[in-house]
């Protein structure tokens, strides 16, 4: 069964610091570009970073540029995005997704749709 599971959300302060982690079951992420996507409540989802099958090629919305590194480890079939200094409005619901076309640019973060496969996300809030 394709899967993907996130983790590493939680609760944390302005200016702190999470680690996500995207862990692929049933395929072989390497084949494919993974995208980070964040909604917060009453807004649309929208893409933070993406990052190509290989890892060579990365993306990041302009908002957490600087602040957000995204990164993989095809033999964990896992995808990491670290998140420093974080602000109140980066509270939202965390997906990772999973395009086979190995599309990971500007394009590709702001349509969701091209997106294969979704996990179900993971809560992060920055509260003091």
């Known amino acids: 069964q394709l899967q993907l599971v996130e983790s590493g959300g939680g609760l944390v302060q302005p200016g702190g610091s999470l680690r996500l982690s995207c862990a692929a079951s049933?395929?072989?992420?390497?084949?494919?570009?993974i995208g980070w996507f964040r909604q917060a409540p009453g807004k649309e989802r929208e893409g933070v970073a993406s990052?190509?099958?290989?890892?060579?090629?990365?993306n990041y919305r302009a908002s957490v540029q600087g602040r957000v590194t995204i990164t993989r480890d095809n033999a964990k079939n896992t995808v990491y995005l670290l998140m420093d200094r974080l602000k109140p409005e980066d509270t939202a619901v965390y997906y990772c997704?999973?395009?086979?076309?190995?599309?990971?640019?500007?394009?590709?973060?702001?349509?969701?749709?091209?997106?294969?496969?979704w996990g179900q996300g993971t809560q992060v809030t920055v509260s003091a």
């Open positions: 049933g395929f072989t992420a390497a084949n494919y570009a």
């Open positions: 990052i190509s099958s290989s890892g060579h090629g990365t």
């Open positions: 997704a999973a395009n086979y076309a190995d599309g990971w640019d500007s394009w590709y973060l702001d349509h969701p749709v091209q997106y294969d496969y």
